[in-house]
């Protein structure tokens, strides 16, 4: 899930040149991007919906009937702009799952109480669950966005929302420390030198998202780079 504006576009970029750079021979990514103009290359879509927000949930519906197009594929991994994807233990996780009614994400809830899956802690997909998906886009909530549009769908469909998750969220706490959230694997731990995230050993992704400063988001990419691979 991608966007041409700042500072996705930069992300994107730093993406296509540190993790995405690395070939995986059970893996394909797709860069998917709303209404502008960027890079060309036969992995990356710009739709004519428009880039906006609150367009998202429609870009995302367009993405899966896209994605259905494409044969031979398992499994959807749909990771945001903000995260960094380690594409060996993401395949050897996805080879434990179950063939059919895989939806995992990050389970959380707003303040009305309505359960939901989390994006910004990253999507597994099984391919039949995105056939449903699109089999029933006439129930598809586009007023609504991206994340809870799916659980939403997935609630319609009688599909789980507690197949659990596997995901790191890196946050600055000061100037040199970070804190790694580990969510389904690795215990919590704080560092200040980026070989330490070596700790988070089976883990596949990593939200980088710092509201504060953007920037940072490409450097601790850059950083993740250096070190897990």
Same mark, same amino acid.
């Given at each position: 899930?991608?966007?041409?504006?700042?500072?996705?576009?930069?992300?994107?970029?730093?993406?296509?040149?540190?993790?995405?750079?690395?070939?995986?021979?059970?893996?394909?990514?797709?860069?998917?991007?709303?209404?502008? !103009?960027?890079? /060309?290359?036969?992995? @990356?879509?710009?739709? &004519?919906?428009?880039?906006?927000? =609150?367009?998202?949930?429609?870009?995302?519906?367009?993405?899966?009937?896209?994605?259905?197009?494409?044969?031979?594929?398992?499994?959807?991994?749909?990771?945001?702009?903000?995260?960094?994807?380690?594409?060996?233990?993401?395949?050897?996780?996805?080879?434990?799952?179950?063939?059919?009614?895989?939806?995992?994400?990050?389970?959380?809830?707003?303040?009305?109480?309505?359960?939901?899956?989390?994006?910004?802690?990253?999507?597994?997909? !099984?391919?039949? /669950?995105?056939?449903? @998906?699109?089999?029933? &886009?006439?129930?598809?909530?586009? =007023?609504?966005?991206?994340?809870?549009?799916?659980?939403?769908?997935?609630?319609?469909?009688?599909?789980?929302?507690?197949?659990?998750?596997?995901?790191?969220?890196?946050?600055?706490?000061?100037?040199?420390?970070?804190?790694?959230?580990?969510?389904?694997?690795?215990?919590?731990?704080?560092?200040?030198?980026?070989?330490?995230?070596?700790?988070?050993?089976?883990?596949?992704?990593?939200?980088?998202?710092?509201?504060?400063?953007? !920037?940072?988001?490409?450097?601790?990419?850059?950083?993740?780079? &250096?070190?897990?691979?």
């Amino acid at each position: 899930m991608s966007s041409r504006r700042t500072p996705w576009g930069e992300l994107m970029d730093t993406s296509r040149d540190t993790w995405d750079k690395i070939e995986h021979p059970s893996t394909r990514t797709m860069y998917y991007c709303g209404n502008t !103009s960027g890079p /060309v290359g036969n992995n @990356i879509f710009y739709s &004519k919906i428009s880039d906006d927000l =609150d367009d998202l949930s429609s870009r995302t519906m367009e993405a899966f009937e896209l994605a259905l197009a494409i044969p031979d594929w398992e499994y959807m991994a749909r990771p945001n702009s903000s995260c960094y994807v380690h594409k060996k233990n993401l395949v050897e996780h996805v080879q434990t799952l179950p063939k059919l009614g895989v939806l995992k994400a990050l389970v959380t809830g707003s303040e009305l109480g309505v359960r939901f899956l989390w994006g910004g802690g990253q999507f597994i997909l !099984s391919r039949d /669950v995105v056939e449903k @998906i699109v089999a029933n &886009k006439d129930i598809w909530r586009n =007023d609504l966005m991206e994340d809870v549009a799916i659980s939403r769908m997935a609630e319609a469909l009688n599909i789980s929302l507690d197949q659990g998750a596997m995901a790191c969220s890196l946050n600055l706490n000061n100037s040199d420390e970070y804190l790694c959230l580990c969510y389904g694997g690795s215990d919590n731990f704080t560092f200040r030198d980026f070989s330490d995230m070596r700790k988070a050993e089976r883990h596949f992704f990593f939200r980088l998202k710092q509201d504060h400063n953007r !920037s940072l988001d490409l450097t601790m990419m850059r950083e993740l780079h &250096k070190h897990i691979v």
